[in-house]
């Protein structure tokens, strides 16, 4: 990745905040944290890696993304709308009657989303399902997912990584959202999950930790899991949950929360010193 | 006895059906060849496949079976995945684990994202016999029962469950199949057709219907019906196959025809095809009705003729309960 397009990722990243920023704040209310978290993956996957087509959301063809954490729905409507696949618009009608934007990801509402998500612990075997259906169809596409340290409390998620080790999914790439917080606390005080990567290595996949908001180290780490062919490949990305949103950034209470006009202004004004370090 | 169906035995293939084929065979045997035709068959099994007899569809399409272990929700959510790509799964595993384990999964992976999962619960309610209680579910028709657009289906006997399986596979939705495993003597010629959400009308007459489902039950219910005639009771016996969609028009006329309305499952009679019953008949033609299951037990462990006798899951209790029920009618 050139410096060039590097820079282009993070000016995306800042785009995608805001979008998500003015959709939960025009709301109100909404899972605000791990949206902010997950960004710089998404951006790298939608702006660089996925092989989509947003005119033709169901091709074939196509690389297949789980958002395991489905809460994180908003930032992936951001990304979506951003694309293509429907209009900015859209963004807000977020939880209101009658939306194609639930709070919780909707494969059968929203264009683009792959797998319908939002009990945690379900999104990694669906993944393990899709990847084992593309190897049985011979389908070129890759299989992407993205959990949560909700997603890793839950044992369903480790029933999930067994399987995909035995079945040897090189095609299957999963993101943690590392963000250290769980709507109860910090997870070193509600459910401790260190050595995360030594348990997914443990679990015979092929594991890497790396700055969750540097997308130019997640993409190198992502580049070496594309290339490893014989096993499932966990990328931990190391996050901050809400991240780049001054005075709740890092604070587990901003897993869902209030957000008012006052709010996003504070933010906004963020966005654009930050937009401004970059020009 | 005015049978309203073509009975094992009298037809051409009399010679195929004097034997009892175990349901384990004949729907591993159905499955496969489904799959000789067509590549989106795709079977699932949490370390069961010897027992619920799909050890055979391994061995014919290896790479279409997908074991992974002791894992049923994993399982459950694996198929959802799979049949994103139009893949059709068949997960399985005892009705137990089936329904109170892997509910949520079956639930929003499944159901709620509208795919295509035809998950498959094996050993029924007592059926379960030496596994015991842990074992027995008496519950699992009532939870699935409450999950919207779901096909609950629970074939009496070998040729309905060849008959009703690829319905089952073709019909786009998830759906769950309450499958005894043993061998169980056919009561269908293999000519009689079915359809999901149609009942069998097996016996026709006036003075009660019994209403059925599953393999134990049904044969119970033709069981009771001979035995009524000699109290001068005719009978209408219907197997309910499908307990959802249930076929409300069938009910009504039985309960038009007959005025008292008898069920029976190998099931508890809170939320199972009892309640299904009396929901139809609560709102369209109420009769008196009782209900023969289980009465808000556990299960426990013993021969399933043990625990038919220990649940009253036999056609003297549905003689007995059947006369109770015809005196109620004046």
């Known amino acids: 990745m050139t410096s060039t397009e590097a820079g282009e990722l993070k000016r995306k990243a800042i785009e995608i905040r805001r979008h998500t920023v003015e959709q939960i704040a025009h709301l109100g209310v909404g899972h605000i944290g791990g949206s902010m978290s997950v960004v710089e993956i998404l951006v790298l996957l939608y702006y660089r890696h996925l092989k989509i087509d947003p005119k033709n959301p169901r091709m074939r063809e196509r690389d297949k ?168 490949s966990m990328i931990i990305a190391d996050t901050v949950k809400g991240k780049d949103l001054p005075g709740i950034e890092g604070d587990y209470k901003n897993h869902n929360m209030p957000l008012g006009a006052e709010d996003r202004d504070r933010f906004f004004e963020h966005f654009a010193q930050l937009e401004e370090a970059l020009a | 006895m005015n049978y309203k169906i073509a009975r094992a035995g009298s037809g051409s293939a009399a010679a195929t059906v004097t034997k009892s084929p175990e349901m384990r065979e004949v729907y591993a045997g159905e499955l496969t060849r489904m799959a000789e035709e067509d590549e989106r068959i795709v079977v699932l099994d949490a370390d069961l496949m010897r027992a619920n007899g799909t050890a055979a569809f391994r061995e014919r399409f290896p790479e279409r079976h997908i074991d992974v272990g002791v894992a049923e929700a994993n399982m459950v959510g694996v198929a959802a995945g799979l049949s994103t790509l139009g893949i059709i799964p068949f997960p399985g595993t005892f009705t137990c684990f089936a329904a109170r384990r892997t509910f949520d999964q079956f639930f929003i992976s499944a159901n709620y994202a509208r795919l295509n999962v035809k998950l498959t619960g094996t050993d029924p309610g007592v059926a379960a016999a030496y596994n015991g209680g842990t074992h027995m579910s008496f519950e699992d028709i009532g939870l699935m029962r409450t999950i919207p657009e779901i096909v609950i289906c629970e074939p009496a006997d070998p040729v309905s469950l060849k008959a009703l399986l690829p319905k089952i596979a073709y019909r786009q939705g998830s759906s769950y199949l309450r499958l005894h495993r043993k061998p169980i003597a056919p009561i269908y010629d293999d000519s009689e057709d079915f359809e999901l959400g149609k009942g069998k009308l097996i016996l026709e007459g006036e003075d009660l219907a019994i209403i059925a489902t599953g393999a134990i039950m049904v044969a119970e219910a033709l069981k009771a019906a001979e035995l009524l005639e000699g109290y001068g009771v005719t009978s209408t016996v219907i197997d309910m196959h499908t307990v959802k969609p249930i076929d409300e028009a069938l009910i009504v006329e039985a309960a038009r025809r007959t005025g008292a309305v008898l069920t029976a499952e190998n099931h508890q009679v809170r939320n199972g095809l009892g309640s299904a019953v009396a929901e139809v008949l609560t709102d369209h033609y109420p009769v008196p009705q009782a209900r023969i299951g289980i009465q808000d037990e556990f299960g426990e462990v013993g021969t399933q003729e043990y625990l038919q006798e220990r649940f009253g899951l036999t056609s003297e209790n549905l003689v007995k309960r059947a006369l109770e029920l015809i005196a109620r009618k004046r």
């Open chain 1, 65 to 232: 993304f789980v958002m395991s954490k489905g809460h994180a729905g908003p930032a992936l409507y951001s990304v979506l709308a951003d694309r293509g696949f429907f209009s900015t618009d859209m963004l807000y009608t977020l939880n209101q009657g009658g939306t194609n934007l639930p709070s919780h990801c909707d494969m059968n509402r929203t264009p683009g989303i792959d797998m319908t998500t939002g009990s945690l612990g379900q999104g990694l075997s669906a993944a393990v399902g899709i990847t084992l259906g593309h190897r049985l169809q011979g389908l070129p596409g890759r299989v992407f997912a993205l959990i949560g340290d909700g997603d890793t409390n839950e044992g369903q998620t480790w029933e999930a990584a067994m399987s995909a080790s035995m079945y040897g999914l090189g095609n299957l790439v999963v993101f943690t959202d590392y963000n250290k917080m769980q709507i109860d606390g910090p997870i070193d005080t509600i459910m401790k999950t260190d050595n995360l990567g030594a348990r997914w290595e443990s679990f015979g996949w092929y594991a890497q930790t790396v700055d969750g908001h540097d997308v130019e180290a997640l993409d190198e780490a992502l580049e070496r899991a594309l290339a490893e062919r014989r096993r499932p």
